[in-house]
């Protein structure tokens, strides 16, 4: 089946600076690859998603790659506020609609 | 808000009991997908249902079961319950936002004493 491996585990930036969270899969076959963003005791939220015909997609001050080839895609939040603060996890889909999520990445910004 | 809604929101309940969590999916969603989350870890899936029926199983315990109703609601069902299934659990649905898109429902928290 789908492995998903995510890095860094945690990650800490100042306020204003960029933060990127790569992501591998081992499944050749999946084409969606969605990133969730949970804050403490919430429900994970949709941020963004890129689909396998695509590069790169961005939304503001997010942005996600994805290289085919390699078989990685990372999310790039740019300057970044407080209220990043959260896990993010990465996600894909071969195409059964079930989604293999990453062990996720803890970002705190420091103000 | 997703659109999903969950009940109850927390649970409290004793070793070798058991519980039934309820996940209502979004307006013309037919897949309804089931997680476990535990202190300090990712989204496990446990097992999808679309339109009725199950479509996957993921890592679900024996003692869980869960099933979907005609009116697309689903209940999932965990018995003999152990200390260590006290967690986080969510339901997600998707299908009018596309079959991958899953959207959570704010999740039940379980505490198993």
């Known amino acids: 089946g789908e492995n998903v491996e995510q890095h860094p585990s945690t990650l800490s930036v100042q306020e204003g600076d960029s933060a990127v969270i790569k992501c591998t899969y081992s499944d050749s076959a999946s084409n969606y690859f969605p990133w969730y963003k949970q804050e403490l005791g919430k429900r994970p939220q949709l941020i963004i998603d890129i689909r396998s015909n695509v590069g790169e997609k961005k939304d503001q001050r997010i942005a996600v790659t994805l290289n085919k080839t390699a078989k990685h895609f990372s999310l790039h939040i740019t300057e970044t506020q407080p209220e990043d603060s959260a896990v993010y996890f990465c996600a894909a889909s071969a195409g059964s609609y079930q989604l293999t999520f990453g062990k996720g990445t803890k970002l705190s910004v420091i103000p | 808000d997703s659109g999903v809604t969950q009940t109850p929101k927390h649970l409290i309940t004793a070793t070798g009991q058991r519980v039934t969590l309820r996940c209502s999916p979004r307006s013309g969603d037919l897949s309804v997908y089931w997680y476990q989350q535990s202190l300090d870890q990712g989204l496990q899936f446990l097992i999808q249902y679309y339109n009725g029926e199950e479509r996957a199983k993921g890592n679900i315990l024996e003692r869980f079961s869960a099933q979907q109703f005609p009116d697309l609601h689903s209940e999932l069902n965990l018995s003999s319950l152990e200390l260590g299934d006290s967690a986080l659990y969510f339901c997600?649905?998707?299908?009018?936002?596309?079959?991958?898109?899953?959207?959570f429902g704010p999740g039940t928290r379980l505490l198993v004493l």
């Open positions: 997600a649905s998707s299908g009018a936002g596309g079959p991958e898109t899953q959207y």
